[in-house]
């Protein structure tokens, strides 16, 4: 009863947060209605921000998936995959997500949806060539952990205020004059993906990063704890019965995230806080959206529940 209490108490609070963003962006706009056109500017403003937020609501889903230019994965493709996944969903008495697979060669996995019934599970490409199959198991515990704790519908939906209000930085990619460099690789399908190492941003996305970019991070930071990584470590460890699995698991997809960081531009940012290890470097703006706990302690904490001392 006290861990139901805790998780309860946990979810309210996430949802809390949440509210509190979608609060202060109604409170933002409505400032910018009165400094554009008086009182009917700020109404026309507040009535604008609840539109965007439910269109945000309804859409936050395919906006993380996009960001990594995610596709549908079938069973043919991956019977492993899935295999893996119909099990612990079983174990967990939970429905089974659906599940994509993203290009990205960086390591890496997330959970996105607003509850169990309507889960949905993504890995890169280089999460499924970078794991074996106990480690694989420990990754996919932690995503069901997300979706059945229901805190991925709090941090899904901040990715997608967070997409919105970083919209002007992604628009400035399409407008950088001249032709892109050859070791740049924003322009390649995958870049928004994570394709290589992070490569940097242009001087009108840089500026308009630094501008929205801080607004977006409190709308995250609002809605996302640290606190809930350990927890869907923590169950997804006693889900799948094997914690050295998922800490060994952490240990490779750190140190893939550290070689091959995605770019920090506005999409990757806005979903970074949905993987399992932050995908972007501790630089510049992409500092602000670093909610995850150091991979050191959750290893730590993993090994003290399979019975290691240090």
């Known amino acids: 009863m006290r861990g139901y209490a805790l998780r309860a108490a946990e979810l309210a609070g996430a949802v809390a947060g949440l509210a509190t963003a979608v609060l202060l962006l109604a409170a933002g706009c409505a400032l910018l209605g009165v400094a554009a056109a008086g009182g009917g500017g700020a109404a026309v403003a507040v009535v604008l921000a609840a539109v965007l937020v439910v269109a945000v609501l309804a859409g936050c889903e395919r906006m993380a998936l996009s960001a990594m230019l995610a596709r549908p994965v079938s069973e043919v493709e991956h019977p492993e995959l899935y295999r893996l996944v119909r099990e612990l969903s079983k174990d967990g008495r939970l429905p089974v997500p659906r599940l994509y697979l993203s290009p ?33 198991r420990g990754v996919l515990g932690h995503e069901l952990a997300h979706v059945s704790g229901r805190d991925v519908l709090a941090a899904t939906a901040s990715a997608g205020l967070a997409t919105v209000i970083t919209f002007p930085a992604a628009l400035a990619r399409f407008v950088r004059p001249g032709p892109a460099r050859p070791d740049a690789g924003t322009d390649h399908p995958e870049a928004g993906a994570g394709a290589g190492r992070a490569p940097g ?9 630094l501008l929205f970019g801080p607004v977006a991070a409190v709308m995250v930071r609002l809605a ?51 993987m399992i290890v932050s995908p972007l470097t501790a630089e510049g703006v992409a500092r602000l959206f670093l909610t995850h706990p150091p991979a050191g302690e959750r290893i730590r904490r993993l090994e003290a529940l399979a019975g290691y001392r240090r």
């Not at 890496?108 to 499924?128: H, K, Q």
């Not at 941003?201 to 990063?209: A, D, I, K, S, T």
């Not at 699995?245 to 990757?268: Q, T």
């Open 104 to 136: 990205a060669e960086q390591p890496n996995s997330f959970a996105v949806g607003r509850g169990p019934r309507s889960g949905a599970i993504c890995c890169t490409e280089g999460l499924l060539e970078a794991l074996d199959e106990a480690e694989l």
């Open 201 to 209: 941003l242009g001087v009108l996305e840089h500026l308009l990063m």
């Open 224 to 274: 996302v704890s640290r606190e809930r990584e350990y927890r869907a470590d923590a169950s997804g460890a006693l889900l799948t019965g094997d914690p050295l699995a998922l800490a060994s698991a952490l240990r490779k997809i750190d140190a893939g995230a550290a070689e091959l960081p995605l770019a920090p531009d506005a999409r990757n940012a806005s979903v970074a806080h949905l």
